[in-house]
């Protein structure tokens, strides 16, 4: 990225989490405080009402479980959503000043992961001081985790931006593909609890990787495949080039869908 790109691109960030929080009474706390609430009736559902039980003698508490999943998969999700419509919200922009259009959907996902990220080290940290056994060792290697994450979400993203333009309905079969994707990782349950025939399937979503590497890395559940680590990195770095690939080549056509 050349230093006006990137310079665009934090401005840009910078109005996209100002314009979020504009007039919000609580201001960024609701970014803490969404999650929280669905993390609370997840809880509930799973534990009170289905009995969620992990297999395995050292398996955490579900609530760690849970939240060591959820808070990735809710800014890589928030991300992809927010910034699939990035281009089409600054038509008008677009239409009146040059600039690179890439900067549109880096900064809707880069919000997206800046504000839940905040949000996983503060309810990792209360939960340690609620006495969960939390490795706060593991939460920089943890943090360092999000950075393919976002790698991955943001060439995705640049692929779903561009075809937004062309396809105005994508965004709402977005919604039910990403449902789809939360529910085929093992964000609410663990590999272990699937029939063993079915537990490699897992692997084909991207985001199994992510969640499972977060619980090892924080709960001591499982462990941190440095194979599949490097895997995730190469995936990542793959999708970001090919989602440049086609954003570059679409680009020049958005002026006249816009």
Known sequence: MHRRTFALAVEFLRRELRNRFAGSFSGGLWALVQPLVQLAVYSFVFVHVFKARLPGA?????????????????????????????????????????????VFVFAAAASSF??????????????????YRIDLLGLLPALALYLPLFAL??????????????????????????????????????????????RHWLDLNPFTFYAESFRSLLLGYGHLDLGRLLVAIVVAGLVLAIGSFVFRRLNRHFEDFL
């Not at 800046?114 to 006495?131: E, Q, R, S």
């Open 58 to 102: 050292d398996a955490p508490g579900f609530v760690p479980f849970l939240v060591t999943a959820l808070w990735p998969w809710t800014a890589f999700s928030e991300a992809l959503l927010r910034s699939t419509t990035a281009i089409q919200e600054n038509a008008a922009l677009i239409g009146k000043i040059a600039l690179p259009r890439q």
């Open 153 to 198: 979400a943001v060439g995705i993203a640049l692929v779903l931006s561009a075809l937004q333009v062309f396809v105005r309905d994508l965004i709402q079969a977005l919604g039910q593909l990403l449902m789809l994707m939360m529910f085929a990782a093992p964000v609410f349950y663990a590999r272990e609890s699937l029939p063993e025939a079915y």
């Open 114 to 131: 800046l504000i839940h990220t905040a949000g996983f080290v503060a309810i990792v940290l209360i939960l340690k001081l609620l006495g």
